[in-house]
T-cell receptor, first 114, second 111 residues
Framework: DSGVTQTPKHLITATGQRVTLRCSPR?????VYWYQQSLDQGLQFLIQ???????AKGNILERFSAQQFPDLHSELNLSSLELGDSALYFC?????????????FGNGTRLTVT | GEDVEQSLFLSVREGDSSVINCTYT??????LYWYKQEPGAGLQLLTY?????DMKQDQRLTVLLNKKDKHLSLRIADTQTGDSAIYFC???????????FGKGTHLIIQP
């Protein structure tokens, strides 16, 4: 068990809808990262937060947004969903800001858009 | 930009050693990581190595780093059926954010 909790485990929704994925980092970790995993694109970095502030953006679409709350949990919001958004979405946490501390991953949320 | 390359599949016989290879392009990589993903699960951190090290051993796992050639390998001794998974190589650079992952190597164990 990595200590990172993601909910829900599975999500099935229709095109055009909006969903929210939730992540609780390991106790003591200040950084939260979101990744998307799909068969064709592999693991893509979406966005990182550190202690409530956005730290870095990767390949995140404008339809997607995220935030980290004062209690350090994070939410990833996906709107105007398309079929191609179907993927596994992982949250990871680490103690530091950069890549010099290992990332610990949750078990992911599997999103299916129909 | 940064790139991390791995072969997609590796098939080994149970009891043999598995060697999973990875190459990366970013010469300023500071830490290099190996993660394991079993079906339906998240990525489990296996081990990592700092860029000024050549080798790191942890029980059945041996990591070798050739910084000159930007080549990283993970050796699993006495491979067991429970080692069947996807193995991801990832690198980081000081001050950068997130990790850059390879596409993963599917390790297939033959009885």
């Amino acid at each position: 068990d990595s200590g990172v909790t993601q909910t829900p485990k599975h999500l099935i929704t229709a095109t055009g809808q909006r969903v929210t994925l939730r992540c609780s980092p390991r106790s003591g970790d200040l950084s939260v990262y979101w990744y998307q995993q799909s068969l064709d694109q592999g693991l893509q970095f979406l966005i990182q937060y550190y202690n409530g502030e956005e730290r870095a953006k990767g390949n995140i679409l404008e339809r997607f947004s995220a935030q980290q709350f004062p209690d350090l949990h994070s939410e990833l919001n996906l709107s105007s969903l398309e079929l191609g958004d179907s993927a596994l979405y992982f949250c990871a946490s680490s103690t530091g800001q950069g890549g010099n501390s290992p990332l610990h991953f949750g078990n992911g949320t599997r999103l299916t858009v129909t | 930009g940064e790139d991390v390359e791995q072969s997609l599949f590796l098939s080994v016989r149970e009891g043999d050693s598995s060697v999973i290879n990875c190459t990366y392009t970013d010469s300023s990589s500071t830490y290099l990581y190996w993660y394991k993903q079993e079906p339906g699960a998240g990525l489990q951190l296996l081990t990592y190595i700092f860029s000024n090290m050549d080798m790191k051993q942890d029980q059945r796992l041996t990591v070798l780093l050739n910084k000159k050639d930007k080549h990283l390998s993970l050796r699993i001794a006495d491979t067991q059926t429970g080692d069947s998974a996807i193995y991801f190589c990832a690198d980081s650079t000081s001050g950068a954010d997130g990790l850059t992952f390879g596409k993963g190597t599917h390790l297939i164990i033959q009885p």
